[in-house]
């Protein structure tokens, strides 16, 4: 496995929300950034982008990664795990299904080709003032929510109010320092952004979704439901039946599917999502038809699953599709909320009982590299000893940081793949007894002497056989270590709470890390129940890195910022991390087709494919 998710392939809630609050970096500077703004006049680019480069022209008719006559129709339906009892996605409150985001629109739309940059789809355009603290949006007449009722500047305002007031913490907190949204006229929203706002700000608040404020007038927006919410993206929610499935139904007279953002994308007249408890399970269900397209995360399984008669008929094919994107932060992560846990000997002893090596070969056909850093599979990891910008950008906190950050970062050390690596577990032992820890027999107890104990939290048994080893070599070091597998309900609620030891999680990261840097790794994130700082991290270097990632104005400063600040993470020894492999393996009846490349960013399934009609009658297709 290499990318752990609720939901294969699609976003879950948490990505979801992740997405709507920053995880598509964007900008305030248009693309034409080094020309010269007289005072009093507003720049008025035809998309955003995070350093002033858009890679579509003014007037473009649709993305180059789509075929614009992509015929409609048909279904598609994937796999999801756990289960849904609200459809409200945008507050803490109750589990949401996989893909809400395709009932919403919002003022601006990403690209699958870039990951900083965004063109209009609610707003008809967007204005910049010269001192770039405020925003102009204005909207097309034309925007309508599914029910045909108007989308105002009302709307819009209602929107990222509400949000801002009562949404997600995650999403609280990257609105922070928007400082109001004011509806100038029926179609202009007029946004002011505050002194101290980050880079993110401008497209964060032009990605959130946008509901209706007369929907809502009559209906509490912070309480979850099982109302199928009133939108004005390209789908509607269909049947569902909590806990088992969630259908969305393309709206067929959907005002913005002939816009360039749209074009040749959202094919489907059917979406479909099955839940299931269990991957094993899932894929029987896949091999019987019950659905059609799935994202395969087990090596194991991918090597030696797909011997069974629709995939030898070749009714079933595979891809391996490439992935562009900065790989995920993905492994063991440590609560350092825990007293026991805020050791960082006790942290970095527990990594060492980890056999990466043992369990590639053994458990992953040898199909994944360790992961090392916290921005893998890109420019901004941290590599050899730190010079020149970098050097003298850590210089600042020389005293504040431990010395290994100024010389190489740490890499978890290759073992000699038997599993039960004696020399690297002796090394784990030596650092422990020099922090204080004492063997009582065969317990480990720590300085008060108690003993040492810690919970592997999942809800899934998807990882077990690679815990499982794991947990036997800290046995060894006489750490008693368990592995507690709980409903998705439940390990929701535990996360929300942070109430576990050490958990299994792949944190994703943009492409130019912005406000998702503060979600993940500040100090102010360690408190806010559901927040994403898994870990607890607090440290007051990692906050003003952030700070100065968040205000970078050119690509180059970012990336000598994100090195330092990986150097930094690195060493506080916060997980023992996974692997990685920078492509997606993707399985599915041979019922679809799809455009002449794949977009950069995303595999583009549910955007970008179609349903052909002759492909199905060639394999006799009898699915769902």
């Known amino acids: ?45 035809h998309g955003l982008s995070m350093f002033g480069d858009l890679a579509e022209k003014p007037g473009f008719k649709a993305f180059g990664y789509v ?88 709307d819009v305002v209602f929107s990222l109010n509400v949000l801002k007031e009562k949404g997600h913490p995650i999403i609280r907190q990257s609105l922070r320092d ?102 094993p399970v899932a894929f029987e269900a896949f091999k019987a038809a019950a659905f059609t397209v799935r994202e395969d995360f087990t090596a194991a399984n991918w090597a030696t699953g797909y011997d069974f008669p629709a995939f030898r008929e070749k009714r079933v094919v595979r891809r391996e599709i490439p992935d562009h994107n900065i790989s995920g932060v993905q492994g063991w992560f440590f609560n350092t909320r825990r007293k026991l846990l805020k050791d960082i000997a006790l ?20 199909a994944y590299m360790r992961t090392q850093s916290y921005f893998e599979n890109s420019d901004m990891k941290a590599k050899g000893v730190a010079e020149g910008k970098e050097r003298a950008l850590l210089e600042h906190y020389r005293g504040r940081v431990p010395d290994e950050v100024f010389a190489e970062p740490y890499i978890p050390p290759e073992s000699d793949g038997s599993g039960q690596d004696r020399a690297l577990l002796r090394k784990a032992m030596d650092l422990l007894m020099r922090a204080g820890y004492v063997r009582d027999g065969a317990q480990l107890k720590d300085r008060d002497g108690k003993p040492v104990e810690l919970e592997f939290l999942d809800f899934s048994s998807a990882l077990e056989r690679h815990t499982q080893p794991f947990i036997k070599n800290l046995k060894l070091l006489g750490i008693d270590a368990r592995m507690r597998i709980v409903d998705a309900a439940q390990y929701r609620r535990r996360l929300d709470d942070f109430d576990f030891d050490i958990i299994t999680q792949r944190l994703t990261m943009a492409y130019s890390p912005g406000e998702e840097l503060r979600n993940l790794f500040g100090s102010e994130s360690a408190g806010i129940r559901g927040s994403r700082n898994m870990v607890g991290l607090a440290d007051p270097v990692v906050d003003d890195l952030i700070s100065k990632a968040l205000v970078a104005t050119t690509r180059e400063d970012l990336i000598v910022i994100c090195r330092a600040l990986d150097r930094v993470l690195r060493a506080g020894r916060y997980w023992t991390p996974h692997w990685y492999k920078a492509t997606h393996w993707i399985a599915h009846w041979d019922c679809y087709g799809w455009p002449s490349r794949t977009p950069k960013y995303d595999p583009g399934i549910l955007t970008t494919w179609w349903w052909d009609d002759a492909r199905a009658k060639a394999i006799a297709f009898q699915g769902r």
Not at 24 to 38: D, E, G, M, N, T
Not at 82 to 105: C, E, Q, R, V, Y
Not at 193 to 206: E, F, K, M, T, Y
Not at 347 to 366: P, S
């Open 347 to 366: 942290r970095e002893a527990i990594g060492l009982a980890f056999d990466f090596k043992w369990t590639n070969a053994n458990l992953m056909y040898g």
């Open 67 to 154: 075929r614009a006559d992509a015929p409609k129709g048909g279904a598609i339906s994937q796999e999801s795990y756990g289960a849904f009892n609200s459809l409200n996605p945008f507050i803490l409150k109750g589990d949401s299904p996989s893909a809400m985001w395709l009932t919403f629109d919002s003022l601006m739309s990403g690209s699958l080709d870039e990951r900083d940059a965004m063109y209009p789809l609610v707003a008809e355009s967007v204005a910049i003032a010269p001192d770039k603290g405020a925003l102009r949006f204005k909207l097309r007449k034309t925007a309508r929510f599914n029910d045909g009722s108007p989308l105002t500047a009302k």
């Open 1 to 45: 496995m290499t990318k752990k998710s609720h939901a294969a392939p699609g976003l879950d809630r948490r990505q979801f929300i992740a997405a709507t609050g920053a995880a598509l970096a964007s900008p305030i500077l248009p693309s034409r950034a080094h020309a010269v703004v007289p005072w009093g006049e507003w720049a008025t680019p």
């Open 178 to 279: 928007m400082e109001s949204a004011t509806a100038e006229d029926v179609a202009t929203v007029l946004v002011r952004l505050g002194p101290n706002r980050s880079r993110d700000l401008p497209l964060i608040v032009a990605r959130q979704p946008i509901f209706s404020a007369v929907y809502y007038a009559s209906r509490p927006f912070d309480e979850s439901s099982l109302e199928p919410p009133l939108g004005s993206g390209p789908y509607r929610v269909g049947r569902f039946e909590s806990g088992r499935f969630v259908t969305f139904e393309r709206v067929p007279d959907y005002w913005g599917r002939d816009l360039p953002v749209n074009v040749g994308q959202n094919n489907f007249d059917l979406i479909r999502y099955d839940y299931f408890n269990d991957r």
